[in-house]
């Protein structure tokens, strides 16, 4: 079962973690096909036709992005929005061309995992902060398949910005590992 890999990064050439995460997907392109939607639409202007082929053609589907303001990159947003429109990815006379199709989210949070808690900083689980998606796949009949994150450090009192993004090389390689073995698990 080939996996569509729809990564929505607006810098994936500074990404640490997304653009690891696209090394080592590439390293099975029997199994993932990897589609940079920043790098596909620089313009913004979204073909939703080939789109919405790309996604018929596979068995799977993951949208990989950062977490930018509690949310997704606006692209991948709009993406969404042009899609999953009325008549394909729901409604009637044929909008179920994502019923039953596994579909997950892939995640970098640059903040640590304590703060994505009813405790913690922000007050609101990862799942719950992302529940949008969750619902908008469930509402086209789609089998959610859940998350996979990499939670990050926000900078450190002395430390410099960069040391701040940059997560421990070991932390980075099992969490893609990980990511792996999520993907093999939908």
Not at 27 to 44: C, K, N
Not at 144 to 152: C, L, N, P, Q
């Amino acid at each position: 079962m080939k996996t569509l890999v729809v990564v929505a990064h607006p810098n994936i050439e500074t990404s640490v973690v997304n653009k690891r995460w696209i090394e080592e997907l590439e390293q099975y392109p029997e199994d993932y096909t990897i589609h940079e939607l920043y790098q596909a639409y620089p313009s913004e202007k979204i073909v939703a036709e080939k789109e919405r082929y790309l996604i018929e053609s596979h068995d799977q589907l993951v949208l990989q992005f950062p977490i930018q303001w509690f949310n997704c990159p606006s692209l991948l947003k709009k993406w969404l929005d042009e899609v999953f429109d009325y008549g394909w990815a729901y409604g009637s006379n044929g909008g179920d061309k994502l019923k039953n199709k596994k579909i997950a989210l892939a995640v970098s949070a640059g903040i640590r995992a304590s703060d994505y808690s009813e405790d913690g900083r922000y007050g609101h689980p990862l799942e719950q902060i992302l529940l949008p998606f969750k619902t908008t796949l469930l509402y086209c009949q789609a089998d959610y398949r859940s998350i996979h994150a990499f939670y990050g450090e926000e900078k450190k009192p002395g430390g410099t910005e960069e040391e701040a993004l940059l997560p421990a090389e070991n932390e980075l390689e099992r969490n893609t590992k990980a990511y792996l073995t999520f993907l093999n698990n939908l």
